[in-house]
């Protein structure tokens, strides 16, 4: 994959241009390059006012799905980015020279940048983040036949946000982020010109730590932490997950009790302060609010009955964030709401998930040090810290033998044969 850049008004424009290996990739990939081209409006800064590092870091992240065996920046890095980002891509590597004139990237800015998306899990990492925090929107244009409604959510909310234009979901087939941490790269390439010098995403628990899927994940020590850890502080930023110790039960507490609560909207399918009401992020947000706020008028059976996609996700094995379906079901009362039987006899309901309330403390080393403090101060108003028995609940999750159990099997198969009769 050979890289280049061009300018054009405010719009920096990368353009990918394949090679042999890559296309071989592709065909035996699950996704698809459907672009050549990702643009992106940083209202006016020049390339050459980004540090070649940044860029580089950028490259990497947009294309790290599409590379067959050799990445070509479309710059020059510095000596240290070249050989700390080599030492750590293992499926591919960047091909393109450094130049030992170019130092490497250290900011001298301190302010925490956060990836921002506008729902509940970033919306209470910036609650738990210091106030000069800069929220970064990626702004991703509208396009005909898109199921998205974009709407541009975030203006007034009395942090130094800024929303980027910018493209770069297209790039791949089906459309969305082309690695784990590409809607951070209108943030890297902004972060010299704003002082920032750390990264944050809204990565909750369940995602860190495996919680809800099938085992828990020593998040700290495992690949992905040190993939794009070294990625980022080999370009001078580092990373932070300052909700990475708290689950998706957690985040709703936060953002229910947080002035910025108004702004969280998880569904990307309706608009600004109407929520799909169909999607599964709308049906498992209200079903945890039901839990939440026991006698909430909530429909619940006609997004059930209404949703293929909804009876889709419920059907599957495991339930995806099953711990959080899970949680929220012990604690409605199913006399009332009938039609949610079905779901609760698929779950294993004598799991102890009150540790989905707490903070799960060790996740601090994911916090920079500069800012864990506060953080920590921040999320202790909302929740307490896991006990030890609560802790181990989170490191030995295991649903594999809740799985293979008769019980669960049957559970499902009535489950899934359930939408019928509704
Ligand atoms: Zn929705």
Known sequence: ???????????????????????????????????????????????????????????????????GNELHLPVLVSEEFLERANSILSKYKICSESNPEIAANSPIGTRPGLAFSGGADSTAAL????????????????????????DAPIKKIGYDVRVIDCDLEYLREPVGFPSDLAHAIPLILLSESMGIGSIAFGTILESAYGIGHEHYIDYQNGSHMRFYGTLLSAAG?????????????????????????????SCIRGKKGLPCMRCWKCFRKELLSLALSPGKDIDLLSMMRNSSEVQIKLSAYPISHENVVTYSIQRIDIGEYPFLRALRNRLDTKLELSLLDCWYSPSKILIPERYRMHVMEKISKFMKRMSKEQESVLENWNMDDYLLSEEAKKGHSQLTTYWQDL
Do not use: W
């Open 1 to 67: 994959m050979r890289v280049s850049l061009s300018q054009e008004g405010e719009d920096i424009i990368f353009q990918l241009e394949t090679e042999e290996a890559d296309l071989e990739h592709l065909s035996s990939s699950k996704i698809g390059l459907s672009g050549t081209t990702a643009k992106i409006n940083l209202g006016g800064i020049k390339i050459d006012d980004i540090h070649p590092d940044l860029i580089g870091l950028s490259t990497i992240l947009m294309c790290h799905q599409f590379v």
């Open 237 to 265: 930023l580092e990373i932070s997950l300052p909700v990475g110790g708290v689950s998706e039960v957690g985040t709703a507490i936060i953002v229910g009790s947080s002035p910025l609560g108004e702004l969280a909207q």
């Open 127 to 150: 609650s738990v983040m210091p106030g000069n925090t800069v929220p970064v929107f990626m702004n991703r244009p509208i396009r005909e036949g898109s199921m998205y409604d974009s």
